[in-house]
């Protein structure tokens, strides 16, 4: 990768610790399915992790979208459209495979042993009613079939390429997070947040977002708009999303207060409350990600040897990171400290121990032509 590209790679380990730390706060007291979560300490812990995964949920899959869409035209055009879906089968299909018969079964099994200390892995292996386990893995169930249909495109379109537009202004970012908010609130009337479509996991409340991204991420590259984004745009979306973290979680508390509404109405149904919940929820979301790019591009461009060893490791610690986290959480299970406590230190054992677990798994040739 070019070095004026690094920032990418950078902004990816960050996501990716994000994403455990995120898990971590799902299990001590967020609202979100994981495969164990504990008893929280009351009303203000919720709080604080619900707008921390919330924060999360707007932006990080739908980054994650982007930045894997971004190189997939250079490496279609590379590789040619055999040997490039060869290639993404291998990095895509063999990890999930592999999650799914075993780190998926291996991490449930830890996390219900707690509570049935007689059954055996092998009791439960040979018994599970569910044998496709996509977990954390949806996403690349996901890129896969969002590859495959660029494939696909690009074979019937001829495989034109145009490069002509330029990176669009303020307002229309503005405008396609408003839109993309639309969207999401008439899918939400069908597939609530919180609903998942089995067996893949995926929640088809957020796909509005991730679909777009993926589609903007190739447009992105074709037009080169990374390369024009400056610091200065970026500071603007900061203020913009934080302006929108700052009056949007009280607000979005006010109305419910005043519309004695229950939290399933943010979730989905023709509602004003998963109206307004849609529409700030991609503006917050878009806003970050416009800001983090720009700003990124200038202050995460410069990468060491210890920052070369987190890029190359974060896909294996997206794959892992779940029976980390797991592990670590069921040790903490009888020690009587504060929730906000134990996510802090699950989550960065979990990041660390997952970094240190990958790298060395990278070194071993067939994991490392996989991921």
Same mark, same amino acid.
């Given at each position: 990768m070019k070095e004026r590209d690094n920032y990418i790679d950078?902004?990816? *380990?960050?996501?990716?610790?994000?994403?455990?730390?995120?898990?971590?706060?799902?299990?001590?007291?967020?609202?979100?399915?994981?495969?164990?979560?504990?008893?929280?300490?009351?009303?203000?812990?919720?709080?604080?992790?619900?707008?921390?995964?919330? *924060?999360?949920?707007?932006?990080?899959?739908?980054?994650?979208?982007? %930045?894997?869409?971004?190189?997939?035209?250079?490496?279609?055009?590379?590789?040619?459209?055999?040997?490039?879906?060869?290639?993404?089968?291998?990095?895509?299909?063999?990890? %999930?495979?592999?999650?799914?018969?075993?780190?998926s079964p291996l991490t449930i099994y830890i996390a219900i042993t707690h509570r049935y200390n007689t059954l055996t892995f092998k009791d439960y292996y040979l018994n599970r009613e569910q044998w496709i386990e996509t977990g954390v893995l949806w996403f690349t169930a996901a890129l896969l079939i969002f590859t495959?249909?660029?494939?696909? %495109?690009?074979?019937?379109?001829?495989?034109?390429?145009?490069?002509?537009?330029?990176?669009?202004?303020?307002?229309?970012?503005? *405008?396609?997070?408003?839109?993309?908010?639309?969207?999401?609130f008439f899918v939400?009337?069908?597939?609530?947040i919180?609903?998942?479509?089995?067996?893949?996991?995926?929640?088809?409340?957020?796909?509005?977002?991730?679909i777009a991204l993926f589609i903007v991420g190739i447009i992105a590259y074709?037009?080169?708009?990374?390369?024009?984004?400056?610091y200065q745009r970026g500071k603007?979306?900061?203020?913009?999303?934080? *302006? %929108?973290?700052?009056i949007g979680f009280p607000g979005i508390y006010i109305l419910k207060i005043i519309?004695?509404?229950?939290?399933?109405?943010?979730?989905?149904?023709?509602?004003i409350q998963s109206f307004v919940n849609a529409i700030w929820e991609q503006l917050l979301g878009i806003s970050i990600i416009v800001s983090l790019l720009s700003i990124g591009k200038y202050t995460l461009n410069s990468q060491g040897n210890f920052l070369k060893i987190l890029s190359r490791s974060a896909y294996a610690v997206y794959i892992i990171h779940p029976l980390v986290l797991v592990c670590i959480s069921v040790l903490l299970k009888?020690?009587?400290?504060?929730?906000?406590?134990?996510?802090?230190?699950?989550?960065?054992?979990?990041?660390?121990i997952s970094f240190v677990a990958a790298e060395l798994l990278v070194r071993i040739p067939i994991v490392k032509d996989t991921v």
């Open positions: 950078n902004i990816r *380990v960050l996501l990716t610790m994000l994403v455990v730390l995120h898990h971590a706060a799902v299990t001590y007291g967020a609202p979100g399915g994981w495969y164990y979560k504990e008893e929280t300490g009351g009303l203000p812990t919720q709080l604080l992790l619900t707008v921390f995964v919330s *924060v999360n949920q707007s932006f990080f899959m739908g980054l994650f979208f982007f %930045l894997s869409s971004y190189f997939i035209p250079s490496s279609y055009e590379r590789k040619g459209g055999g040997i490039f879906l060869l290639d993404r089968f291998k990095r895509l299909g063999i990890p %999930l495979v592999f999650y799914s018969l075993v780190i495959f249909a660029f494939v696909l %495109l690009q074979y019937f379109s001829g495989n034109k390429t145009k490069r002509s537009s330029t990176f669009p202004g303020n307002r229309s970012i503005f *405008v396609f997070a408003v839109i993309l908010g639309i969207l999401s939400r009337i069908v597939f609530p919180g609903w998942t479509l089995s067996p893949f996991g995926f929640q088809l409340a957020h796909f509005c977002q991730y074709r037009n080169q708009w990374l390369s024009t984004l400056s603007v979306w900061l203020w913009i999303a934080v *302006v %929108l973290i700052v519309t004695h509404s229950e939290l399933d109405a943010f979730l989905g149904g023709f509602t009888d020690i009587s400290i504060a929730p906000l406590l134990k996510f802090a230190i699950s989550g960065v054992s979990a990041i660390a």
